[in-house]
């Protein structure tokens, strides 16, 4: 097992960039910017963000907004779509540039997805979703902008997802699954209104994704994966539950899913690594205090002195 491979993964992390003709490059090329949010958190988390050229990164990143409608892409001369939107304003907010954004602009693309029932659709297409909810709540909150939505109405559709079982689903009556309860409670955080959520039954229904080997999973009967290790964990640590479940046996779970050799962590031991289960693995360490790493917030999923900054400095 050992200890993280900081070194090696922020090599592996720094070598994604260069390969961009292999197989992992050609399947992110529509969420390249989410991709990049996944890396660069990851090196920031690992104090490895000075590895990078920040004047190279916002360039790019300003390439891939839709000027007409001021939303991003997943990559340049791609759709705008909130979730490659919140991406870019987290990646800006970590190299401390969100004065690279028209605020107005963008936070008017983000408002102007809100539906009347309070739901949020993903872009002009119309799919709706929690995650869109969290995603357009979080950016709108980054960027001091959530007075442009009805907040309430947003709380409302929110709560409107939550099953008998504690947990959220994707829509009305949508399944339970750690992703969704993840994006509503970080929502809930953000606006403040987790008197919404019972925690004793939700912390029960999450602590029980822990497995045999210590890994979580999504939901009751599926495989563990690492990337489980956020979705759940940060959801118990914001209603303060995560004394429910074993920490050390996650921390040696992530660990073993290292790639000691070539860098990057896999969602299983001894599976292919990529940049997605790299990042949730040292997102997840860094909730449980691992040595070394910065501290991350678990509602806005970004580096807590990043967080700081925004809210707490002139």
Same mark, same amino acid.
């Given at each position: ?6 070194? @090696? ?13 292999? &197989? ?28 990078? @050229? %920040? ?7 300003? =390439?891939?907004?839709? @000027?007409?409608?001021?939303? &991003? ?7 705008? /779509?909130?979730?490659?939107? +919140? ?26 997805? !809100?539906?009347?029932?309070? =739901? ?19 950016? +709108? #909150? ?10 309430? @109405? ?21 399944? #339970? /699954? ?17 008197? /919404?959520?019972?925690?004793?039954? +939700? ?6 994704? !822990? ?31 995560? /004394? ?10 992530? +660990? ?9 962590? #896999?969602?299983? %031991? ?5 940049? &997605?289960?790299?990042? &949730?693995?040292?997102?997840?360490? =860094?909730?449980?205090?691992? %040595? ?23």
């Amino acid at each position: 097992m050992g200890e993280l491979a900081v070194e @090696k993964h922020t090599e592996y992390i720094l070598s994604i960039e260069k390969r961009k003709d292999d &197989f992992e490059s050609l399947v992110m090329e529509h969420l390249r910017l989410s991709g990049a949010y996944w890396g660069l958190t990851a090196l920031d988390l690992m104090h490895k963000i000075g590895s990078v @050229k %920040p004047d190279d990164v916002v360039t790019w990143i300003m =390439s891939c907004q839709d @000027k007409e409608s001021g939303g &991003f892409g997943g990559n340049v001369g791609h759709d705008p /779509h909130v979730l490659y939107t +919140l991406s870019a304003v987290q990646v800006l907010a970590i190299l401390d540039r969100l004065d690279a954004l028209d605020v107005e602009k963008v936070s008017d693309y983000v408002a102007g997805l !809100q539906n009347e029932d309070g =739901s949020f659709s993903g872009d002009m297409w119309g799919e709706i979703d929690t995650r869109f909810s969290y995603v357009a709540i979080c950016c +709108l #909150s980054l960027l001091h902008r959530l007075r442009k939505i009805n907040v309430e @109405k947003a709380v409302d559709f929110i709560v409107s997802c939550k099953n008998l079982d504690g947990g959220f689903g994707c829509i009305p009556g949508g399944e #339970s /699954h750690a992703g969704q309860i993840f994006c509503c409670v970080g929502a809930l955080a953000i606006t403040g209104s987790l008197h /919404h959520i019972d925690r004793d039954l +939700l912390g029960w229904w999450l602590c029980e994704r !822990q497995c045999k080997d210590g890994g979580l999973n999504g939901r009751p009967e599926k495989l563990t994966d690492v990337c489980y290790s956020w979705w759940v964990l940060s959801s118990l640590i914001i209603i303060d539950r995560v /004394h429910w479940i074993d920490k050390d046996k996650l921390s040696k779970f992530i +660990l073993n899913c290292q790639d000691l050799e070539k860098g990057g962590i #896999s969602d299983r %031991p001894d599976n292919a690594v990529d940049v &997605f289960h790299t990042y &949730f693995g040292v997102a997840g360490l =860094s909730l449980m205090e691992y %040595p070394g790493l910065k501290t991350i917030d678990p509602a806005y999923a970004l580096p807590v002195d990043v967080v700081n900054r925004i809210f707490f400095q002139k």
